[in-house]
């Protein structure tokens, strides 16, 4: 779609683009305070408190899994597989919300700060100048999108357990487990249930930062892509500026190139804009005197630094996730299996509470799982579409003077890029699907050895 519009106007301001996911990270113990403040004792406060909150988390979340496995070893020969099966669930959630914790802030600080910064100080706000632009503003609108939305749900999905006691008004725990003593004593159920509630804001706050982070990655870098495709399709016009053309050269070179210009669905996320001839005249530059060689490889080259910015940042992506992704989708299958299996199998009085707290995760698992595949799936798209856009150009017009670098470039830009789960499977929709129909396979054996017993 394209639209007439100011460059100058349109042109978005560089902005830190992970405030929201820093913000969840730090609710989760998974990313410091700023620090580093000139008042040094407000500097030795925020320190202190970082890992005063760091420890008390960790001893939140280590204690409620370790419950959760004391039950499952003292019931385990009374044979309420339900009960099992929802302490397994628990346990299975707690350990991976501490694992979580631990990559995110002691294994893989460096890099996710690393990942954080590049991206904030390079990210390119819009294309180069020719005949149409677009800016990042459609991927910074979708990201904010995404992500508030996600974290949102998740934190709606789990504290809704919080609510399942008060509308019993029985003095029951959110999360059923085994405790040494009586927990139903005056401030001591108190004390214990909002250690349980600080336990599931952690686990909300976990889980929305691990993948959410993932996600507006990808959504960030297709719109980098975004920017890349519209500079490749203008190429020749950004080159004719470079040397300074005429306008009757630029009014030809535009009815050349306008017949791309009709085909949709060129970008993943911006609105491409006209734009008008009176500033393509204020974007001359004559004074340089290159000849057109010059200026398209000077143009080129910008091409190219923006196109390794891009894999630069996929690869340390990549290195970053791949090592829990594959993990992740293990953990996925057995949770959607569990479950599934215990909202099914619910039938006590409270099962109708009960199966909607289990359905919210069950939804929560999908669309984490979802969000993880989709996004990797849309990079990897837009990785393949870099030659397609150096063909929107008028490439035929200078074929001679330009065969070579056309050459190398697309061959280059064959190599798509694919985010992985340990190296082992390919993140897609697919994978998605695949992982689905392995959770309900699982379900299936479940509900039969179940049914044995």
């Not at 394209?2 to 998974?30: H, P, Q, W, Y």
């Not at 419950?67 to 959630?93: A, K, P, R, W």
């Not at 889980?207 to 399709?233: E, N, R, T």
């Not at 909607?356 to 698992?365: F, I, K, R, T």
């Amino acid at each position: 779609m394209k639209c007439t519009g100011n460059s100058n106007e349109e042109s978005s301001e560089r902005r830190d683009l992970f405030s929201f996911i820093v913000s969840t990270m730090r609710v989760a113990a998974m990313h410091t305070l700023r620090t580093g403040y000139r008042n040094s004792c407000l500097s030795l406060l925020i320190t202190v408190f970082n890992w005063t909150y760091e420890i008390f988390t960790y001893f939140v979340c280590g204690h409620i899994a370790l419950l959760f496995m004391c039950s499952i070893y003292i019931y385990y020969g009374q044979g309420d597989l339900e009960f099992l099966v929802n302490c397994l669930i628990q346990t299975i959630i707690y350990l991976w919300t501490i694992t979580m914790k631990l990559y995110f802030r002691r294994f893989r600080h460096n890099l996710l700060n690393e990942m954080i910064s590049i991206v904030n100080d390079k990210y390119q706000t819009r294309s180069a100048h020719g005949f149409t632009y677009v800016t990042a503003r459609g991927s910074l609108r979708q990201s904010n999108l995404w992500i508030k939305s996600y974290v949102y749900c998740c934190f709606i999905g789990t504290i809704f357990w919080l609510v399942l006691p008060i509308v019993y008004r029985d003095r029951s725990l959110p999360l059923g487990c085994w405790y040494p003593f009586d927990y139903t004593q005056p401030i001591v159920y108190e004390l214990v249930f909002f250690l349980q509630a600080v336990g599931q804001i952690q686990v909300a706050a976990a889980f929305a930062a691990s993948s959410g982070f993932h996600m507006v990655l990808a959504i960030l870098i297709s719109g980098q892509y975004d920017v890349l495709i519209c500079s490749l399709k203008n190429i020749l016009a950004t080159s004719y500026l470079k040397m300074g053309a005429t306008i009757e050269e630029l009014s030809k070179l535009e009815d050349a190139q306008s017949v791309a210009d009709a085909e949709l669905n060129q970008y993943s996320y911006s609105l491409e804009l006209h734009t008008p001839m009176t500033e393509l005249r204020q974007q001359r530059r004559p004074s340089h005197g290159l000849d057109f060689p010059t200026a398209f490889r000077h143009s080129l080259t910008q091409c190219l630094e923006q196109h390794h910015y891009i894999i630069s940042i996929l690869q340390k992506m990549e290195r970053f996730y791949n090592p829990i992704w594959l993990f992740k989708i293990a953990e996925v299958t057995f949770l959607m299996c569990l479950v599934a299996f215990v909202s099914t199998k619910s039938t006590t009085a409270n099962s109708i509470m009960r199966m909607v707290s289990l359905g919210q995760y069950l939804l929560l698992v999908l669309y984490e799982l979802f969000i993880i595949c989709y996004f990797a799936d849309v990079v990897y798209q837009n990785s393949q579409r870099c030659g397609d856009a150096l063909w929107r150009s008028p490439w035929q017009l200078h074929m001679r003077q330009l065969k070579s670098d056309y050459i190398i470039f697309l061959i280059n830009s064959r190599r798509s890029f694919r985010l992985t789960a340990g190296k082992i499977c390919n993140l897609n929709v697919d994978r998605f699907r695949s992982t689905i129909t392995t959770a309900f396979s699982f379900l299936t054996l479940l509900r039969k050895m179940d049914a044995r017993g």
